[in-house]
């Protein structure tokens, strides 16, 4: 598993091949994971960025994929452009993106409940 810091928060949204890259990095050198970072060796060592500031850019990325989405609707439908391709991809894209943050949303939430079911 990657360090929560070795992609960019909205990389893993805009850019799945970010994720792929990243495994692959660590997986040819492993210490990165240990550093958390996966750069090439002699960069000097990021902090990795908190949980908290993870999500904030993720629904912060999937707010502006929803506001770019109505613009190129709204656009569409009152005759500012006829491209209903580029306008039919923006609101996908961010149809998929509210999607991928519902689920991870879903995870956090059965996560934080199978814990507080342990005994300790």
């Given at each position: 598993?990657?360090?929560?810091?070795?992609?960019?928060?909205?990389?893993?949204?805009?850019?799945?091949?970010?994720?792929?890259?990243?495994?692959?990095?660590?997986?040819?050198?492993?210490?990165?994971?240990?550093?958390?970072?996966?750069?090439?060796?002699?960069?000097?060592?990021?902090?990795?960025?908190?949980?908290?500031?993870?999500?904030?850019?993720?629904?912060?990325?999937?707010?502006?994929?929803?506001?770019?989405?109505?613009?190129?609707?709204?656009?569409?439908?009152?005759?500012?452009?006829?491209n209903v391709h580029q306008s039919m991809i923006a609101v996908q894209e961010a149809n998929v993106a509210f999607s991928l943050m519902v689920e991870v949303?879903?995870?956090?939430?059965?996560?934080?409940?199978?814990?507080?079911?342990?005994?300790?």
């Amino acid at each position: 598993m990657l360090p929560v810091g070795s992609i960019g928060s909205s990389s893993w949204l805009t850019n799945p091949e970010a994720l792929s890259a990243s495994k692959n990095a660590a997986a040819a050198d492993p210490s990165a994971l240990s550093q958390g970072t996966t750069g090439t060796a002699g960069s000097s060592a990021a902090q990795p960025a908190s949980f908290s500031k993870v999500l904030e850019n993720a629904v912060s990325d999937v707010n502006d994929k929803m506001q770019s989405a109505e613009a190129a609707k709204g656009q569409l439908l009152t005759g500012e452009t006829n491209n209903v391709h580029q306008s039919m991809i923006a609101v996908q894209e961010a149809n998929v993106a509210f999607s991928l943050m519902v689920e991870v949303r879903n995870k956090l939430v059965d996560s934080y409940q199978e814990l507080m079911r342990m005994s300790v």
